[in-house]
């Protein structure tokens, strides 16, 4: 058995937060899957059903995100798992919008939620990191997070939480992980990138202004 635990914060004023894409994540996966309705158990809303051959406990904290190792450890412990069969979909701000990594152990690089999860059961779980992007400035992280998905956004975050969904059974396996991150970069790749207009261009009249990079440290959050 695998525990899928999406982190956010419960409320509706919290729903379309940045902050929430983890319970997003868990919330597209049940809707996927098939799994049962959600029901409060373990300081937190709990749905069981199957991916694959595997039976999997998708878990949604309503501890808000700095206490959420509290309803994980609960749930961990109550079924005797160990941190291995633990799997954390979270916000990402030094992941670019719509790209998808896998860790296991590591710091908390900020992330309120983490920590508090560490402090509860160990560093020993996998986290899906779900990139949200920074906003460049770490003063500005809390606002950015707690802030809803502008519109524009919805056009990597639609497709992105649905290969998350799709492809959940590949987090099974090491092997499978690649494959996890390779379909959801597909998936988001026409919307992250501009078309390619083969052919000849005209030439521009003014020199093509250069990029410049922001910071991307991460802040508490």
């Given at each position: 058995?695998?525990?899928f635990?999406?982190?956010?914060?419960?409320g509706?004023?919290?729903?379309?937060?940045?902050?929430?894409?983890?319970?997003?994540?868990?919330?597209?996966?049940?809707?996927?899957?098939?799994?049962?309705?959600?029901?409060?158990?373990?300081?937190?809303?709990?749905?069981?059903?199957?991916?694959?051959?595997?039976?999997?406990?998708?878990?949604?904290?309503m501890?808000?995100?700095?206490?959420?190792?509290?309803?994980?450890?609960?749930?961990?412990?109550?079924?005797?798992?160990?941190?291995?069969?633990?799997?954390?979909?979270?916000?990402?701000?030094?992941?670019?919008?719509?790209?998808?990594?896998?860790?296991?152990?590591?710091?908390?690089?900020?992330?309120?939620?983490?920590?508090?999860?560490?402090?509860?059961?160990?560093k020993?779980y996998?986290?899906?990191?779900?990139?949200?992007?920074?906003?460049?400035?770490?003063?500005?992280?809390?606002?950015?997070?707690?802030?809803?998905?502008?519109?524009?956004?919805?056009?990597?975050?639609?497709?992105?939480?649905?290969?998350?969904?799709?492809?959940?059974?590949?987090?099974?396996?090491?092997?499978?992980?690649?494959?996890?991150?390779?379909?959801?970069?597909?998936?988001?790749?026409?919307?992250?990138?501009?078309?390619?207009?083969?052919?000849?261009?005209?030439?521009?009249?003014?020199?093509?202004?250069?990029?410049?990079?922001?910071?991307?440290?991460?802040?508490?959050?």
């Amino acid at each position: 058995m695998y525990i899928f635990a999406g982190l956010g914060n419960p409320g509706r004023d919290y729903a379309g937060n940045r902050h929430n894409i983890g319970f997003m994540a868990v919330d597209e996966i049940a809707r996927r899957h098939s799994f049962g309705p959600w029901r409060s158990r373990f300081s937190g809303e709990i749905a069981e059903g199957r991916i694959g051959n595997q039976k999997v406990m998708l878990l949604k904290p309503m501890t808000y995100m700095n206490r959420s190792g509290q309803s994980v450890g609960e749930a961990m412990r109550f079924y005797k798992l160990t941190p291995a069969d633990v799997i954390v979909l979270h916000d990402e701000l030094d992941i670019l919008p719509g790209r998808v990594r896998i860790k296991k152990g590591g710091g908390h690089g900020g992330h309120n939620g983490l920590r508090d999860i560490d402090d509860h059961i160990g560093k020993d779980y996998q986290r899906v990191r779900l990139g949200i992007g920074h906003p460049g400035d770490k003063d500005r992280v809390t606002g950015y997070v707690l802030a809803d998905f502008a519109k524009a956004e919805q056009a990597w975050l639609e497709p992105m939480l649905d290969m998350v969904a799709r492809c959940a059974g590949h987090l099974f396996s090491e092997k499978g992980q690649s494959q996890f991150m390779n379909e959801v970069a597909k998936a988001v790749a026409p919307v992250l990138k501009p078309p390619v207009t083969k052919g000849p261009r005209e030439p521009s009249p003014q020199p093509a202004s250069s990029q410049t990079s922001t910071d991307t440290s991460t802040g508490d959050r």
